[in-house]
């Protein structure tokens, strides 16, 4: 009985085929936002599921020079493990499937998993834009990691807890953490930008420079795939912003709705900013983000020692 | 130990296809890391042969060819054309069409600078930019149509003056269209100088200073940036333009942030010019009788292109049709600053570079290399060539 | 000195529709001077090919069948032109205008891009002709361009 569960969990529910719809879903939502800014169209609202079965179904060309057995396993790598962190994050407003105590830490690691695939993916193969385009994508990992991090961890402090559910309760019976860590929210929303590769930090796959950076050689299934991941991966990064900093788990409804607040936010984002030079990308995580993401932890780590010996 | 001479070269090849290159052109940019050592460019793929095949063609047919050698500044490769031959046959266009051709020339430059702006834009990642720019050139590309009949190669042209007359609804109209698009204007002024973000890509990168300007004879707003105060329209004034003058734009500091500024600002005054010859449109015919032959001679015609200055060295042995056209387009001059400005800039900042020239491949693909070595003759035919091209391409893909 | 400087223009967007043109669905008003198809007025046509000399897409083939009676017939080559409107500008007699409503010329054929214009019998005629003339070429064209004659 266990085990029907624990399969049902991982290819049906949360994980597997629904939040892989739903990741889709979320993505042309994106597209969609970002249109209607820019007083344009945008997609239909079957634009991704198109794009997804025609490229499962086109045939995968290994370019010379890869090795083969890399090259298909780093798509799969990328998407397993976006549904993995799946498994521990109370999505849809209802109770994760599976909880630890630590199981924050794996998720947010499970998450980086993606952008290292990417960036191994880009640099199995000879072409120059994707060997810029890894570079470039695992430069950006080292800048957007820590305070992204640092600020998944204030809510962590404040709740005295590693795991998730628990911070979520937390959070659902305190202040909306928006209000009592707002630098932390800030930094976490820039930080899913950057993990995601959305403007302004698409320095990764700049297509006026480089293409489609690590992923240029993909052209069938495992583009499919990458595609598939960041959609989950947009999906985990809404839900673990609403619930630690937009009041827990509350119900399906207002999940909804909080993680489509927070995707406008996103949406806007990226219609207002131009896309940021690498160097730029650095300067701006280390030399203000990563320093306000410290300063935070410091304040918040500061207050939670001087309660727990008060 | 033995240590190699030769660090291994990296270079990032951008084009013939590419999605920063909107024309063919091939360029090599050897990288260290991001920041570029070394540049080279190829250009040739869109080569067409429009000077050979004007040879081929009479004065009248020719003007419409030379109005495809550029998509977005048709209008001012026609009027160049007709200027010239007007010149060569000793006709003088009457002053109302020299009008016409003024406002369309204008209303091009518009459509232009607009698409650029677009163009960079997008070249920096700023697509929200690029989309409402874009959607506002849909506005003078309205008007043009208005007036010409056409939003590209409008064709407003013949010899010896223009087709359409402008009625006093169509000029209502345009100037309607003019309140909107100088609102705009204005507006984008304000986000390219004041936008932090896209500041950050366009301020001092791709400095030109005015010697190095002068030295590669650099044209065009481009040149304008960098101080070198030259605009055919105000140095050599022709059609409308002695009636009708403009004032000359002029940026000091070179970099990529100036040509984005006086490009806005050429708009603003195309926008006043507009409105000053609408207001007092000349009256009288708009074409004169042109002879079918021209009278032997040459001439050598220069205006300014959106794009910058552009000339034709037309010829005529007094026949029917001309015996050579040599047209030299702005793109040309402007290409050597793009490899000379890229070494030492980061890689992201090229597409950047290439596009603050507002290049144009197919206008400046013009030369024919005739192999002396295989027992080619020199001189070479519509036909010759034809079928040089045909048995080439049979050859590649044979191999 | 400010970030996201066009914030105006994407809250105005939030609540607007967009401008993009549902172009099959949603039609506009074409101006007067578009030009669309080139049409022939064989009534007033003199028979002086001034047009056919001039064009420069050479889409105009004038058949001269009997110049006192007027008896003309245009061949138009749609596909070749380039509607530049020289034909009307070269033409004295007024006998060539290009519409300003028939510009929606996309054809799932080749055969609508090859008008003839005339009296129904000189167009017989001159379609007759012109296949003599390229036979074996094109021959399963004759009944497409019969179609076309006006």
């Known amino acids: 009985m266990n085990n029907i569960n624990g399969l049902i969990a991982l290819l049906l529910f949360p994980s597997g085929l629904f939040i892989m719809a739903g990741g889709l879903a979320y993505q042309w939502i994106d597209r969609k936002l970002v249109a209607q800014l820019q007083n344009r169209i945008g997609p239909r609202w079957f634009q991704p599921f198109a794009d997804v079965v025609k490229l499962l179904v086109k045939e995968e060309v290994i370019p010379e020079g890869a090795n083969p057995w890399l090259f298909q396993a780093m798509p799969i790598l990328a998407l397993a493990s976006a549904l993995t962190a799946v498994l521990y994050v109370p999505m849809f407003g209802l109770r994760a499937a599976y909880s630890f105590p630590g199981d924050l830490i794996v998720t947010v690691y499970l998450m980086s998993v993606l952008t290292i695939s990417i960036a191994l993916a880009g640099t199995n193969t000879l072409t120059r834009f994707s060997l810029v385009g890894a570079t470039r994508a695992l430069t950006q990992l080292f800048c957007y990691e820590a305070p992204f991090l640092l600020a998944l961890l204030g809510p962590a402090i404040a709740a005295g807890s590693w795991q998730i559910g628990e911070i979520a309760a937390y959070a659902g019976k305190n202040w909306w953490m928006i209000i009592t860590q707002p630098v932390g929210f800030f930094i976490a929303m820039v930080g899913l930008m950057g993990k995601l590769e959305l403007p302004p930090f698409d320095a990764p796959e700049a297509e006026t420079e480089i293409v489609a950076g690590a992923l240029t050689e993909y052209s069938g299934r495992g583009y499919a795939l990458f595609r598939l991941a960041q959609g989950v991966e947009l999906i985990v990064g809404l839900t673990l912003i609403s619930l630690f900093y937009l009041g827990g788990i509350s119900n399906p409804l207002f999940f909804i709705v909080k993680t489509l607040c927070l995707l406008f936010i996103l949406a806007a984002l990226q219609a207002l900013l131009t896309r940021l030079r690498i160097d730029q990308t650095v300067g701006l995580w280390w030399r203000f983000i990563a320093v306000l993401g410290l300063l935070q932890f410091l304040a918040i780590a500061i207050f939670a020692t001087w309660r727990w010996i008060g | 130990m033995h240590t190699s001479e030769h660090r291994e070269q990296f270079i990032v090849p951008i084009g013939p296809q590419h999605p920063a290159l909107k024309e063919p052109g091939h360029f090599e940019f050897t990288v260290d890391g991001e920041t570029v050592t070394a540049a080279s460019a190829r250009l040739g793929y869109a080569h067409r042969g429009i000077e050979k095949a004007c040879e081929q063609r009479t004065w009248v047919q020719n003007l419409y060819l030379f109005e495809r050698v550029c998509g977005i500044c048709s209008h001012i490769h026609a009027t160049c054309y007709a200027a010239a031959v007007e010149k060569l046959a000793g006709v003088e266009a009457p002053p109302r069409a020299q009008a016409i051709r003024e406002v369309v020339a204008e209303l091009e430059r518009i459509h232009s600078h607009l698409l650029w702006l677009g163009v960079a834009a997008h070249e920096a990642g700023f697509d929200t930019l690029f989309m409402y720019t874009w959607r506002d050139r849909e506005t003078v590309m309205d008007l043009l149509e208005v007036i010409t009949g056409n939003r590209v190669n409008y064709s407003a042209n013949i010899l010896g003056g223009v087709k359409n007359d402008i009625t006093p609804e169509q000029s209502a109209e345009v100037l309607k269209g003019l309140d909107f698009l100088e609102k705009r204007i204005q507006h984008y002024l304000h986000v390219v100088q004041n936008d932090e973000f896209f500041l950050q890509r366009t301020r001092g990168i791709g400095v030109t200073t005015k010697e190095m300007a002068e030295r590669l004879g650099i044209v065009g707003p481009t040149a304008r940036a960098s101080g070198v105060a030259r605009d055919v329209r105000v140095d050599s004034p022709y059609i409308a333009y002695p009636q009708f003058p403009v004032n000359m734009m002029v940026e000091e500091s070179g970099d990529l942030e100036a040509r984005t500024v006086i490009r806005i600002k050429e708009l603003t005054e195309s926008c006043r010019v507009i409105r000053q010859i609408l207001e007092n449109m000349p009256e009288g015919e708009i074409e004169t009788k042109m002879p079918r032959r021209i009278k032997e001679g040459e001439v050598l015609m220069r205006v300014e292109a959106p794009r910058g200055e552009l000339w034709y060295f037309v010829k005529s042995n007094g026949g029917e049709k001309p015996e050579r056209v040599h047209v030299r387009t702005p793109t040309i001059p402007n290409m050597a600053s793009v490899v000379a400005l890229a070494v030492g800039h980061q890689l992201a900042d090229i597409p950047m570079i290439l596009a603050g020239i507002d290049p144009c491949f197919s206008c400046q693909d013009r030369a024919v290399i005739v192999n002396y070595a295989k027992g080619g003759h020199d001189h070479w035919t519509w036909e010759d060539l034809r079928r040089y091209g045909i048995e080439y391409y049979r050859k590649q893909r044979r191999v | ?150």
């Open chain 3, 1 to 150: 000195m400010r970030i996201a400087t066009m914030i105006g223009d994407i809250s105005r967007s939030l609540f607007r529709k967009p401008v993009t043109r549902q172009y099959p669905f949603e039609k506009s008003a074409t101006p007067k001077a578009l030009r669309g198809r080139v049409e022939w007025d064989a009534a007033k046509c003199t028979g002086c090919n001034l047009c056919v000399r001039d064009c420069p897409a050479m889409a105009l083939d004038l058949h001269i069948l009997d110049r006192k009676n007027k008896q003309f017939v245009m061949r138009y080559h749609l596909d070749r032109c380039v509607f530049c409107a020289q034909c009307e500008e070269s033409c004295r007699f007024d006998a060539i205008h290009l519409s300003d409503k028939k510009w929606e010329l996309a054809a799932l054929t080749q055969d609508p891009f090859d008008i003839f214009y005339g009296e129904e019998n000189n167009v017989r005629t001159v379609v007759e002709k012109v296949l003599k003339g390229n036979a074996g070429q094109d021959a399963g064209k004759d009944s497409g361009a019969k179609a076309q004659a006006k």
